[in-house]
C-alpha cells in the first residue's frame, strides 16, 4: 500500500510559479513510476506529468511541457511538480499517483495509488 499526500497549492497570479509536493508512504514507493493530473471544474481529470522510478525518464502534457518539471526523491519519498509560467488555464485540483507497473502511462487506469488533491488557482 501507498499513502500519497500533496501540498504546496494556493493562489498565483498569471507567470508565476508554484511547487507541489507529494509525500508518500510505504518502503515500496522507490520502485513505482509516479504521476501529475489535474483536474479543473466540470472537466475530465487530465494527465499533466510522470516519472520513472529512478527518476532517468519523464513525459509532460504537450500543454506543460517547457513550463512544468517533474522530479523525485527517493530517499525523502517525495515527488514534485515545478510549475512555471503559470496561466490561468492551469487552474485546476492536482493530483499525485503512483504506477506499481512503471509504464508512466498517460492514462488513469495505470495508476493504483491517487492523493486527495491539491488546488491551484491562477488568476488573470
Known amino acids: 500500500q501507498v499513502h500519497l499526500v500533496e501540498s504546496g497549492g494556493g493562489l498565483v497570479q498569471a507567470g508565476g510559479s508554484l511547487r507541489l509536493s507529494c509525500a508518500a508512504s510505504?518502503?515500496?514507493?522507490?520502485?513505482?513510476?509516479m504521476g501529475w493530473f489535474r483536474q479543473a471544474p466540470g472537466k475530465e481529470r487530465e494527465f499533466v506529468a510522470a516519472?520513472?522510478?529512478?527518476?532517468?525518464?519523464?513525459r509532460y502534457a504537450d500543454s506543460v511541457k517547457g513550463r512544468f518539471t517533474i522530479s523525485r526523491n527517493n530517499a525523502k519519498i517525495t515527488v514534485y511538480l515545478q510549475m512555471n509560467s503559470l496561466k490561468p488555464e492551469d487552474t485546476a485540483v492536482y493530483y499525485c499517483?503512483?504506477?506499481?507497473?512503471?509504464?508512466?502511462?498517460?492514462?488513469?487506469?495505470?495508476?493504483?495509488?491517487w492523493g486527495q488533491g491539491t488546488q491551484v488557482t491562477v488568476s488573470s
Open positions: 510505504g518502503r515500496t514507493f522507490s520502485r513505482y513510476a
Open positions: 516519472i520513472s522510478w529512478s527518476g532517468g525518464s519523464t
Open positions: 499517483a503512483a504506477d506499481p507497473d512503471n509504464v508512466m502511462s498517460t492514462g488513469l487506469r495505470e495508476y493504483d495509488y
